[in-house]
Structures are given as C-alpha cells and as structure tokens.
C-alpha cells in the first residue's frame, strides 16, 4: 500500500495531474486510515492512547473527505474550503492531543485546557471573519483559490501545535529512563516535525494532496512504532521484554563498547513466595523490583529488562558495578512486603572474544548460578 501511495504522488506531480488520479490517492489513504481505525477498535481500545489514535484517524477522513470533493469538482463553495480548513485546524490539535496522551501529560487545570484549545478557537474566529472580508482566502473571478492576507497567521497558529508537540516529545525522550520510551518519544517528535513540514509544502504546492500522502503515511508508521512498543514492553513490569533484550545485546556486541557490563538478577525464593502468599503478591513484589530498578539505581544510558518470569537483566556502562549491585540490594531489602526480598546478582564484563550476546548471557548466567549456589550453602 505504501509503495502504492508513492507510486500514484509521482505519477500526479510529474505525469498526468487529472482528476482521476487525484481521486485514486484520496481513497487509498482514506482505505489505509479505515483499516488502522477498525484494527484499533478490534483491538478493544483499553486505554487512551488508542481512544486518541482513533480520533486522529476519524478528523483525518473528515478532512480528506472534504478536501476530495473540493479539488476533484473544483467547487468554488466558500462553505465547503471553510470547512476543509476547519477540519485541518482539528486535524493539528487531534495530533496534539495524541501526543499528550503518548507522552502521559495530561491537563488538570481549566487555564492550562484554554490555552491548549487557544489556537483553535482563534482558527474558529479567523475563518468565521473570512466569511466577511475573505481575509484568509478568496475566490477570484476566474474561480482560482486565492491566500488572504491572514493566511499565514492561520498556518502559524496551527502550526504552534505541531511544535509544542514535538519539543514536549523531545523533552520526554531526553527524561525517559526507559530504552524503548526513549526511542518511541523520539519517533513521536519526529513525525510531529514531519507533519509541519508536510503541511509547509502543501502550502507551496496546493494542487499536489501532499499533506494527505503524507500524514497518511505518518499515521501508518506511528500505528507500527505503536504496536511495536506493545510487543517490546513486559505488560507486568513495563520494563523491556526478552524479544528487546536479545535485540539490544546484539546491538551492543556489535558495538563492540568494552566498558558494558551485563548483569542477570533473580529473586531469591521467588517460589516459596508463590506458594506462601500467592502470586498476586508475587506479581506485586516483581513489580515493586521493577520499581526500584527504574527509580532508584539504573542510569539514564542503562538498559533494564525482564527476561522471564522472576529474572531481570541490566546493562551497564559504567565503572562502580560492585557499587550498583549493592545500591540494588540496599534499595529492594527496603521495600515494605510481609516476605523477605532480595536478589541474586550475577554480572560479566564485555569482551572481544564474546562474538556473540549469548556468549556474554552464558558468562554473566553462570555467575548468577554460583551465588544461588552459595546462598543455599549458607
């Protein structure tokens, strides 16, 4: 479908420019955002961020609808471009809104809710005076669609979203102390310059539906990023998952970075846990380690792990690991459950020879193995 969508923009741009092909882009992409949103509903919308993935969805296939009927009839209805635009300006706070929900901001003070709805309302306003002295756009004489003198204001202000938007997704990935969070805040802010720039171009070439190619393709390969990160996150822990995990040590293999250390932990006793208090406490227990680890001892640059059922995995690049461990120790033995809690430590340092991460689990597996060992000696 991608290739699809790229093959048809070139074929409009430089080829043929009717209104046949125009009409074929519109629905593929609207097809493509259908798919996503009923793929979202099936999926039962648990939680917000796919409640708000569906609206950037649904305000998307308003706007390519009433942007279709106004290019391929060449309507000069001042109604309908006012609608198109108004659903452009939805189509930027929907976005804005995703990204809130992604980033996990939400907005608790009514002062804070005007001023996130500010841009749209002045958008309202402006294209309501339009309709009185054509101060945003005009139709000529000879039909042709003209910019008024607010037109840039207009973008700007719509534009404010798609910048806030990406600075917060920047300011949250540089905060993240989770691997994947990182990366996924990362791509969030990527798309949101993206999609400004989509609409920058639009502007230049209005007869080209670059904006609807465009963010077609960002809702697609956001929708991916998102299913990706479910897929790579452990639904208990929130921590990363054992499929991330092997693709992280290769990456650090292939690096080749001498100053990593892997460690393994495992909870001592885990079973008995089970047995004596039941698995919702264990769960809680594995949750609270999990904690501790993201809170308390792991560095920004660390990569933490659960690597299956009580046995967590660590990266370190640092030089102290004898002082992590302990901070470890020190941090888990505080938390408050009617069981003792601790872990077991097991840790191996990089080296050139491990050609392979599963060299360097082995290593750092059987050092964990040796202290389970001496804790049932003693």
Same mark, same amino acid.
């Given at each position: 479908?991608?290739?699809?969508?790229?093959?048809?923009?070139?074929?409009?741009?430089?080829?043929?420019?009717?209104?046949?092909?125009?009409?074929?882009?519109?629905?593929?992409?609207?097809?493509?955002?259908?798919?996503?949103?009923?793929?979202?509903?099936?999926?039962?919308? @648990?939680?917000?961020?796919?409640? #708000?993935?569906?609206?950037?969805?649904?305000?998307?296939?308003?706007?390519?609808?009433?942007?279709?009927?106004?290019?391929?009839?060449?309507?000069?209805?001042?109604?309908?471009?006012?609608?198109?635009?108004?659903?452009?300006?939805?189509?930027?706070?929907?976005?804005?809104?995703?990204?809130?929900?992604?980033?996990?901001?939400?907005?608790?003070?009514?002062?804070?809710?005007?001023?996130?709805?500010?841009?749209?309302?002045?958008?309202?306003?402006?294209?309501?005076?339009?309709?009185?002295?054509?101060?945003?756009?005009?139709?000529?004489?000879?039909?042709?669609?003209?910019?008024?003198?607010?037109?840039?204001?207009?973008?700007?202000?719509?534009?404010?979203?798609?910048?806030?938007?990406?600075?917060?997704?920047?300011?949250?990935?540089?905060?993240?102390?989770?691997?994947?969070?990182?990366?996924? !805040?990362?791509?969030?802010?990527?798309?949101?310059?993206?999609?400004?720039?989509?609409?920058?171009?639009?502007?230049?070439?209005?007869?080209?539906?670059?904006?609807?190619?465009?963010?077609?393709?960002?809702?697609?390969?956001?929708?991916?990023?998102?299913?990706?990160?479910?897929?790579?996150?452990?639904?208990?822990?929130?921590?990363?998952?054992?499929?991330?995990?092997?693709?992280?040590?290769?990456?650090?293999?292939? #690096?080749?970075?001498?100053?990593?250390?892997?460690?393994?932990?495992?909870?001592?006793?885990?079973? @008995?846990?089970?047995?004596?208090?039941?698995?919702?406490?264990?769960?809680?227990?594995?949750?609270?380690?999990?904690?501790?680890?993201?809170? #308390?001892?792991?560095?920004?640059?660390?990569?933490?792990?659960?690597?299956?059922?009580?046995?967590?995995?660590?990266?370190?690049?640092?030089?102290?690991?004898?002082?992590?461990?302990?901070?470890?120790?020190?941090?888990?033995?505080?938390?408050?459950?009617?069981?003792?809690?601790?872990?077991?430590?097991?840790?191996?340092?990089?080296? @050139?020879?491990?050609?392979?991460?599963?060299?360097?689990?082995?290593?750092?597996?059987?050092?964990?193995?040796?202290? @389970?060992? !001496?804790?049932?000696?003693?």
């Amino acid at each position: 479908i991608i290739s699809l969508m790229i093959w048809s923009f070139f074929m409009v741009k430089w080829i043929c420019m009717n209104e046949i092909l125009f009409a074929e882009i519109y629905y593929i992409c609207i097809a493509v955002m259908l798919i996503l949103g009923f793929k979202t509903y099936r999926s039962m919308m @648990k939680n917000s961020q796919k409640v #708000s993935f569906l609206a950037v969805v649904f305000v998307h296939i308003l706007y390519f609808q009433t942007d279709l009927v106004r290019m391929t009839t060449n309507s000069q209805d001042l109604f309908l471009n006012e609608m198109c635009f108004l659903f452009f300006s939805l189509c930027t706070l929907s976005w804005f809104n995703y990204i809130q929900t992604m980033l996990g901001i939400h907005y608790v003070k009514k002062s804070q809710t005007f001023f996130s709805m500010l841009p749209v309302i002045i958008s309202v306003v402006l294209l309501l005076v339009n309709t009185l002295n054509g101060c945003l756009f005009y139709i000529d004489q000879s039909g042709d669609f003209q910019n008024g003198s607010l037109y840039i204001l207009y973008v700007l202000i719509n534009d404010i979203y798609y910048i806030i938007g990406a600075y917060q997704a920047y300011i949250y990935s540089y905060r993240a102390k989770n691997y994947q969070q990182k990366k996924s !805040n990362q791509i969030l802010g990527i798309y949101m310059i993206s999609l400004l720039l989509i609409g920058t171009i639009q502007d230049f070439f209005r007869d080209i539906p670059v904006f609807c190619v465009g963010t077609s393709l960002s809702i697609l390969i956001v929708y991916i990023s998102l299913e990706e990160q479910m897929i790579s996150i452990d639904p208990l822990t929130q921590l990363n998952n054992r499929n991330r995990m092997e693709q992280y040590l290769f990456e650090c293999v292939r #690096s080749q970075d001498l100053n990593m250390y892997l460690l393994v932990l495992d909870v001592n006793r885990f079973k @008995k846990i089970n047995d004596e208090h039941g698995h919702a406490q264990g769960d809680l227990a594995l949750k609270a380690i999990a904690n501790c680890l993201k809170e #308390s001892c792991i560095e920004k640059s660390d990569f933490i792990a659960r690597y299956g059922g009580d046995e967590f995995v660590i990266v370190y690049k640092g030089n102290d690991v004898e002082d992590l461990c302990q901070r470890i120790h020190d941090s888990i033995q505080k938390l408050s459950f009617p069981f003792d809690l601790d872990v077991s430590i097991g840790c191996a340092l990089y080296h @050139k020879d491990m050609h392979k991460w599963s060299d360097w689990f082995i290593e750092a597996d059987k050092r964990l193995y040796n202290e @389970k060992k !001496n804790l049932k000696g003693q």
